[in-house]
């Protein structure tokens, strides 16, 4: 039998670096949606830059990408470890611009930090410089997750998909209940003014 469900879309947004961990977010929330979509009527649909985007040469690929996936999604999960990206002519990297963008229309953002250890040949120093500046820019202004390993996000990243939904479905039901209550407000105010009878003053002869 049909259901129907309300479909929230979930942006990936990293570097090139995470490429295990953007998978693991696919896994994970589709995990969810086998337990959870059909008792709550929501379906999580993730999605990201590689495999949604829909080539556009009328602007830059960051604007497209802003406008096609940012604007759209509801919740976004960004993740960083030895990159912060390519540099745009938006302002910062393609992931920090989405971020931003997300953020400033006030979505919900989850944003991961690997500890996980790596050698310092292998790695770009002034991007890494660069991820560790960005952690430090985010701590004064929200709250940000640091994980050790790749099985340690696994785990976490569930845990906090199923937070994260929980908070939005409260939140849907809050705001619902603020719109009816608003729309019986404006139904009593607007409701006709009931006319009280006059009494006529009658005489009665006996």
Not at 23 to 29: F, H, M
Not at 37 to 48: E, S, Y
Not at 75 to 104: C, Q
Not at 107 to 136: A, G, H, L, N, T
């Amino acid at each position: 039998m049909p259901v129907e469900a309300k479909i929230y879309r979930v942006l990936i947004a990293s570097p090139s670096d995470v490429t295990d961990e953007r998978k693991i977010i696919r896994e994970e929330v589709h995990r969810w949606n086998a337990m959870h979509a059909v008792d709550m009527k929501i379906i999580l649909m993730p999605i990201g830059w590689e495999t949604d985007a829909t080539p556009d040469l009328r602007e830059s690929g960051q604007e497209v990408i802003n406008r096609q996936l940012v604007d759209t999604c509801d919740i976004l999960i960004g993740v960083f470890w030895t990159r912060l990206g390519t540099p745009t002519a938006l302002g910062g990297t393609g992931t920090e611009v989405e971020i931003a963008r997300a953020r400033n229309e006030g979505k919900r953002c989850m944003v991961y930090f690997s500890d996980e250890p790596v050698s310092p040949s292998e790695i770009d120093i002034k991007q890494y410089e660069q991820v560790q500046e960005y952690w430090r820019k985010l701590q004064p202004t929200g709250l940000a997750n640091r994980y050790k390993t790749i099985e340690d996000f696994r785990k976490i990243v569930l845990l906090h998909i199923n937070s994260a939904v929980s908070e939005i479905t409260r939140e849907d039901k809050e705001r619902r209940a603020a719109e009816q209550e608003a729309k019986l407000t404006e139904q009593a105010i607007g409701l006709p003014v009931q006319t009280i009878p006059t009494t006529f003053n009658t005489e009665i002869s006996f």
